[in-house]
Nanobody, 116 residues
Framework: QVQVVESGGGLVQPGGSMRLSCAAS????????MGWYRQAPGTERELVAT???????NYADSVKGRFTISRDNAKNTVYLQMNSLKPEDTAVYYC??????????WGQGTQVTVSS
């Protein structure tokens, strides 16, 4: 079994910053891709950012220049540094871990609320 646990959500004012963390543990041989997705009420889950084991990153257009994804392969951990936050960034943020076997695991999600 593989466990994926996010942390770091909460309430932040517009223009503020927040850092999310996600750690994968369990029966892991090699992780291929780790990423962040988000889902706001009444919308579908959407990609925020991904990072491969080699460090290649991909971002949604809506967060480019504001969010930075990074990864610690030794710790099977991925981070999402979010700057210049906007109310429209409010959502539940989910971490997805994809193994080299192509099987994926999701975390339980962490709420991020951007509001004054």
């Amino acid at each position: 079994q593989v466990q994926v646990v996010e942390s770091g959500g909460g309430l932040v004012q517009p223009g503020g910053s927040m850092r999310l963390s996600c750690a994968a543990s369990g029966s892991i041989f090699r992780i291929s891709v780790m990423g962040w997705y988000r889902q706001a009420p009444g919308t579908e889950r959407e990609l925020v950012a991904t990072v491969t084991s080699g460090g290649t990153t991909n971002y949604a257009d809506s967060v480019k220049g504001r969010f930075t994804i990074s990864r610690d392969n030794a710790k099977n951990t991925v981070y999402l540094q979010m700057n210049s936050l906007k109310p429209e960034d409010t959502a539940v943020y989910y971490c997805k871990t994809t193994l080299a076997t192509m099987r994926s695991y999701w975390g339980q999600g962490t709420q991020v609320t951007v509001s004054s």
